[in-house]
């Protein structure tokens, strides 16, 4: 194996390229520890005493650090990893880790997001967020089935919120609200038939 190139990446940091690929991002004092230079061969276990010994051990912690603020599914840290230079190996050492030790669980999490966003959220838009972060659409759904309140009570949760009263609203303003509530992903037929109830009471 040939290092063909050091690029610095900070002032403290470089990546080192291998036979014409990314391998790794070491810090200037271990690229002078290994002895890495330009042009010049690294042997089979220096690698692998870097990959596993350096980079993935380093991955592991930064996995655990993105957990300690706040819950992330397996998808947000696989993404955090692979913008902080991480190779694809030291990724997935760092998930497998992870999900020995059930730091990761993307079925509680989804739980526990729509527990906490369901009443305020409107499904689609609980779809939207949670797939963005990675979860499958199947767990989405059982669990807006299973926890979600009905459309109806959050809308209008939501109208009274901005103060609609539907014997002083004109149909302009009206029209202002329901823009608004189709904007948060409620169809439709659920506004029409909330603001009906609405104005029932």
């Known amino acids: 194996m040939t290092v063909d190139k050091i690029e610095p990446l900070d002032k403290r940091r ?34 692998e005493e870097i990959l596993h010994g350096v980079i993935c051990k380093r991955a592991r912690e930064k996995s655990l650090y993105l957990l300690k603020s706040s ?11 692979r ?9 997935e050492e760092a998930v497998s880790f992870l999900n020995k030790y059930h730091y990761l669980d993307d079925r509680e999490y989804a739980r526990n997001y729509i527990e906490l966003y369901g009443s305020r959220k409107s499904r689609t838009e609980l779809m939207t967020a949670l797939l963005r972060k990675g979860i499958d659409k199947e767990t989405i ?21 901005r103060r609609y009263d539907p014997e002083c609203t004109d149909r302009k303003e009206q029209q202002k609200h329901m823009a608004y509530l189709l904007r948060k992903g409620f169809s439709f037929e659920d506004i029409r038939s909330a603001m009906g109830a609405f104005e029932e009471e």
Do not use: M
């Not at 036979?19 to 230079?37: M, Q």
């Not at 913008?83 to 990724?91: F, I, K, L, Q």
């Not at 759904?141 to 919120?161: A, R, W, Y």
């Open 141 to 161: 759904v059982e669990f807006c089935d299973e926890l979600q309140p009905d459309s109806s009570g959050q809308i209008k949760n939501l109208l009274k919120k």
């Open 71 to 81: 819950g992330k599914t397996e998808s947000e840290v696989r993404q955090k990893l």
């Open 83 to 91: 913008s902080g230079h991480y190779p694809e190996e030291a990724v």
């Open 14 to 47: 470089s990546k080192v390229f291998i036979d014409g690929d990314f391998a790794f991002v070491l810090y200037n004092g271990e690229i002078r520890h290994y002895h890495i230079e330009e042009g010049q061969d690294i042997s089979e276990p220096v690698y």
